[in-house]
């Protein structure tokens, strides 16, 4: 059994509002072929053997989404495991072949088109129970709404705190060449976007995007060969809440709290207020940063307003990449967080570099209302 596993490697296409002109299997084969150029990792007995791929049926328009992709990963004839969750779960997923010893280097590819389909709530509403929840129209943003109402009643949010949430959002995405949403907006322009779903802002929702993102990983005696600046798997931890909303206490940070708590364990963290340089958030509304950020430990419980307006976002160095708000696909957000913190992590990050970064936290959230999390702890050495 391997002791440690690190990230070689990361390939990201830009992510784009649609991505018309490219097949799925062209986004994934670009990412693929930038990390063999990257590493000069091969396949087989001494390269890789077992790719882990994550995407969505529903959005991929097809059952079985990972077999339109088999040959672009390079799966023909060798292993490929599906993990249809957010990304970073297939980083844990690959994190397990490597350190129990079944694999000493794989790859992790994730890749999703929102822009197929017509309506993305109609694609959502198919994750509820077909008999008492899919027929009230719940969907991923209406039952965001109704936890974002919870939440905010006990934070001190408001909705001047939730436009500062986008605006802070936008300036980092800015910055970032593979975002989708790189116009700067003002608080008040947020303001007087349309009211989608009360108290849910148009600007409050992440944009429709489409993108595939690939890493490499390997164990602690292979990793030299592919790069000299690995970037060490140090913590996981995930957890999943109640299936039905009604059995489930939507304000209350349930699964993202023992998520956390597992990783923070395995990963030596007693103060996660303190001990992170930055943290790579999936929050795909507004009121969704600062919800995760306490679940998290970032801030304290029901704080979330104070915590912004003390400039708990800038200090903590939350979503320098701009987040799923800048324009992050669904399945993919997770692992486009991971690969930003390998960034920041290598000084590779550009113009948004986070100075003297050696400790990052890379968090993914998948159902709805962020029914499942995933916790990822990365460090340099």
């Known amino acids: 059994m391997a002791k440690r596993a690190a990230i070689c490697a990361v390939a990201q296409i830009p992510f784009e509002s649609n991505l018309w002109q490219k097949r799925v299997q062209g986004m994934v084969l670009a990412v693929v072929e930038s990390i063999i150029k990257q590493t000069g990792v091969t396949y087989g007995a001494n390269g890789i053997q077992n790719v882990v791929t994550c995407s969505d049926d529903v959005f991929d328009a097809r059952t079985i989404s990972d077999n339109a992709i088999t040959d672009e990963v390079g799966a023909h004839y060798r292993g490929e495991e599906k993990v249809p969750m957010d990304g970073v779960n297939a980083i844990a997923y690959a994190l397990a072949c490597v350190l129990s010893g079944h694999d000493e280097v794989t790859m992790v590819v994730a890749h999703c088109k929102e822009s197929q389909s017509e309506d993305r709530n109609m694609c959502t509403n198919l994750a509820f129970d077909p008999f008492y929840c899919r027929p009230l129209g719940l969907d991923y943003l209406n039952l965001a709404a109704m936890q974002a109402r919870a939440y905010m009643g006990g934070s001190g949010i408001t909705d ?92 209350g940070n349930f699964s993202l709290k023992r998520a956390a708590e597992r990783a923070y364990k395995m990963a030596g963290v007693t103060n996660p207020e303190k001990e992170f340089d930055l943290a790579e958030v999936h929050a795909s509304y507004a009121y969704q940063l600062p919800m995760w950020c306490e679940g998290l430990g ?45 960034l920041q992590l290598r000084g590779e990050a550009g113009d948004r570099q986070v100075s003297g970064a050696k400790k990052a936290l890379t968090h993914g959230t998948t159902g709805a209302a962020g029914q499942h999390h995933a916790v990822l702890i990365l460090e340099k050495e």
């Not at 949403?181 to 944009?207: F, G, T």
Request: net charge negative.
């Open 160 to 251: 001047e705190h939730l436009a500062r949430v986008v605006e802070y959002s936008r300036k980092n995405a800015a910055k970032n060449p593979l975002a989708v949403a790189r116009n700067l907006v003002l608080a008040k322009e947020v303001m007087r976007s349309p009211m989608v779903c009360d108290p849910i802002r148009e600007m409050h929702v992440y944009p429709v995007s489409d993108g595939a993102v690939a890493l490499l990983i390997a164990n602690e005696d292979r990793c030299g060969e592919f790069t000299d600046k690995p970037v060490w798997i140090t913590g996981f931890g995930n957890c999943m809440d109640s299936y039905f909303p009604g059995d489930r206490d939507l304000a």
């Open 298 to 342: 970032l801030c304290g419980d029901e704080r979330g307003g104070k915590w912004i307006d003390d400039g708990g976002m800038e200090k903590k160095n939350v979503n320098p990449s701009g987040g799923p708000l800048g324009g992050f696909p669904i399945m993919v957000g997770g692992l486009a967080g991971a690969a930003e913190a390998v």
